[in-house]
């Protein structure tokens, strides 16, 4: 009975250390992509940051076949699920320049309620557009298929 106790635990262990070790080589990844983006966009001095140059190689590679979601899938839910705690720097940096914003808040109020407004048309826009161009794609790849079959 004890032998068996004491190798569930051992087990159970493993399997902690496993996904630990699962965790940090795709931690690895979203890291290496993102200072690949960071070194492109400092070296070539381009004028897309590097987080934004990250993002899209990381796209390219995913769209690519290159890199499969499930090499990222478990970093990217507990990236997700800690979201939260990304706001708090910016958060802290508007509380430490209040004096500078403080005659400011109407028009970074009216700026932040314009850019989110322009944000969620540009997002409706872009998803009804790549809607229209995935059911073309269907469409096609359908009757495509209807004619090879009738022949």
Request: charged residues 20%.
């Amino acid at each position: 009975m004890a032998s068996r106790i004491k190798l569930r635990f051992i087990t159970r262990n493993q399997r902690k250390e496993d996904s630990d070790l699962k965790l940090l080589r795709e931690f690895a990844i979203i890291v290496a992509i993102a200072f690949g983006g960071e070194f492109i966009s400092y070296y070539f001095n381009l004028a897309i940051p590097g987080n934004v140059l990250g993002m899209l190689i990381l796209f390219s590679l995913l769209l690519s076949g290159l890199l499969k979601v499930e090499q990222i899938k478990n970093i990217g839910k507990f990236l997700l699920d800690h979201l939260a705690f990304f706001f708090i720097p910016p958060a802290v940096a508007i509380i430490s320049t209040f004096d500078i914003l403080k005659g400011q808040w109407i028009q970074l109020t009216l700026v932040v309620i314009l850019s989110t407004i322009m944000v969620l048309i540009s997002t409706g826009l872009t998803i009804q557009f790549f809607q229209k161009v995935i059911n073309r794609v269907l469409n096609n790849k359908e009757e495509i298929l209807e004619n090879k079959s009738d022949n």
